[in-house]
């Protein structure tokens, strides 16, 4: 009897010491609450991506401690939500921890730490986040088989362990991937595709990724201006199409292309004459058009 008393009275402190323990941190002030939170939350390691080159407005934020401040040479991503976004006309090479090669960070483009981690055999595993615009990447293959660089996109997860391409996240979410060396896998909808070098493909949101085609480095771009008069005054419509796997933008503002190529806006009251639109390709060529609206 008295061994069960013991027993009982040192669960009963137990019991008593988690509670003032979660009680204690209820009720800290608001602020020494987040903090604690953020401690939890931000474990720093020692992997991390650091920003060797900015060009224009390149900018740091976390947002976690509410940090928003331009990007610096010397920066390093390594808790969660740390990113790096680039302006219009901007740009940003970020360089891996181990020295395995280089993230070429294009305008309009955002780049978060998801998570890193460390694999069973010591190897490296960066889990990275764009949810808009376009980055090339230059790595090397990894010593450790256990090593990855995955990059997550609103539709999909491409990953790597040694290789030269580009990841573009479009305005509606789909993700385009072209392949220069070695190979990438795509995933989505619990299905993964291969690209090989010297291909591509498309993934849009809630599809698995597409079959992999060769590189096109195709420009071109057909329109027709539709032009309607009513009470309200006239309204100018621009449809255009290109290759699916291109950027295009009107006036400097990234369009939408469907699976086809087809993207279609409405254009304000004609205040110019014409408008600007350029078609830039998965490889860099670029096209400008000027198209009279009236």
């Not at 008593?16 to 941190?25: A, P, Q, S």
């Not at 990113?83 to 940003?92: M, P, Q």
């Not at 960066?126 to 230059?138: C, D, I, S, Y």
Request: glycine letters at 8%.
């Amino acid at each position: 009897m008295l061994q069960k008393r013991k027993k009982l009275n040192l669960a009963l402190i137990t019991c008593l010491g988690i509670l003032i323990n979660v009680l204690g941190t209820i009720l800290l002030p608001q602020d020494q609450q987040k903090t604690e939170a953020q401690k939890a939350i931000q474990v720093r390691t020692d992997q991390w991506l650091k920003v060797d080159k900015v060009m224009g407005t390149v900018k740091y934020r976390n947002l976690y401690n509410y940090a928003n401040r331009a990007a610096k040479v010397g920066d390093r991503l390594q808790t969660t939500s740390d990113e790096i976004s680039t302006g219009a006309n901007s740009s940003a090479i970020l360089s891996v921890d181990t020295g395995v090669g280089s993230i070429y960070v294009e305008e309009n483009t955002t780049i978060q730490i998801r998570s890193f981690r460390i694999a069973s055999d010591n190897g490296r595993i960066t889990n990275l986040f764009v949810p808009r615009g376009k980055a090339r990447l230059q790595i090397r293959k990894f010593t450790n088989r256990g090593s990855q660089l995955n990059i997550q996109t609103p539709a999909g997860i491409s990953g790597v362990r040694g290789t030269r391409y580009s990841i573009t996240s479009k305005p509606n979410g789909s993700m385009v991937l072209t392949t220069f060396e070695g190979s990438v896998a795509t995933t989505a909808r619990n299905q993964t595709k291969m690209v090989n070098a010297g291909f591509q493909n498309i993934t849009f949101v809630g599809e698995p990724p597409s079959n992999p085609v060769p590189i096109s480095n195709d420009a071109s771009l057909r329109y027709a201006i539709n032009r309607q008069t009513s009470g309200a005054g006239r309204t100018v419509f621009l449809v255009g199409y290109t290759n699916p796997f291109n950027t295009v933008k009107v006036d400097g503002l990234e369009q939408s292309l469907d699976r086809s190529g087809k993207f279609s806006l409405q254009l304000p009251a004609p205040s110019s004459l014409k408008v600007k639109v350029t078609v830039e390709t998965s490889t860099g060529k670029i096209q400008v058009y000027e198209i009279p609206i009236l």
